[in-house]
């Protein structure tokens, strides 16, 4: 079936960076975009990028730019997420979804990993 | 980007409706017919419940729909039973970007 596995929880110290895997099974995927989505503790759900897997564009919002790089490897159907000077702020579940390329529908999300930033 | 705006809460008894609304601009809902809506519940992954403004991905009951004016997109629940009882999300496209609303908790009395 169509599913995203994502990496494990991480624990991380400020100015460190997290890198955060999502694989995924069962479609083609260099046939829909792959989406990151954070949701920090008590707040909604944050839209922060996103990766077009067959020529590997991305693009990510300017809150994140510089901090953000998201890759992906074909070989294995994987793509990553990197968040780099990490921040308390940062502390979040962040989420890798597939979409579709025309209405930008997430229909398919991953399990989630919780990355926690702390001294 | 701005994130839309959605009732930070709203309520309704089972088999009544509820509709949540999602404002945003020209430059996101009003300019594109790219809203979607995502169900919620804590400690699992968000769930697409409505894409393309108003189409119903397999699998979601037709008690969920959703609609658009100018600015403004809204998602009502008819019907409503106690495992509707989540947060839901708005979504837009926003060229080149991609934006969420606030959430709304919708409770089940």
């Known amino acids: 079936q169509v599913q995203l596995v994502q990496s494990g929880t991480e624990v991380k110290k400020p100015g460190a960076s997290v890198k955060v895997s999502c694989k995924a099974s069962?479609?083609?995927?260099?046939?829909?975009?792959i989406h990151w989505v954070r949701q920090a503790p008590g707040q909604g759900l944050e839209w922060m990028g996103i990766?077009?897997?067959?020529?590997?564009?991305?693009r990510s919002i300017q809150k994140f730019q510089g901090r953000v790089t998201i890759t992906r490897d074909m070989s294995t159907s994987t793509v990553y997420m990197e968040l780099s000077s990490l921040r308390s702020e940062d502390t979040a579940v962040y989420y890798c979804?597939?979409?579709?390329?025309?209405?930008?529908?997430?229909?398919?999300w991953g399990q989630g990993t919780t990355v926690t930033v702390s001294s | 980007q701005s994130a839309l705006t959605q009732p930070r809460s709203v309520s309704g008894s089972p088999g009544q409706s509820v509709t949540i609304s999602c404002t945003g601009t020209?430059?996101?809902?009003?300019?594109?017919?790219?809203v979607s809506w995502y169900q919620h519940h804590p400690g699992k992954a968000p769930k697409l419940m409505i894409s393309?403004?108003?189409k119903r991905p397999s699998g979601v009951p037709d008690r969920f729909s959703g609609s658009k004016s100018g600015n403004t997109a809204s998602l009502t629940i008819s019907g409503l039973q106690t495992e509707d009882e989540a947060d839901y999300y708005c979504?837009?496209?926003?060229?080149?970007?991609?934006?969420f609303g606030g959430g709304t908790k919708l409770t089940v009395l």
């Open positions: 393309d403004v108003s």
């Open positions: 979504c837009s496209y926003a060229g080149p970007d991609v934006v």
């Open positions: 990766i077009n897997p067959s020529g590997g564009s991305t």
């Open positions: 069962g479609y083609s995927v260099t046939s829909y975009y």
């Open positions: 979804a597939k979409g579709d390329p025309i209405d930008y529908g997430l229909d398919v």
């Open positions: 020209s430059s996101d809902v009003g300019g594109y017919n790219y």
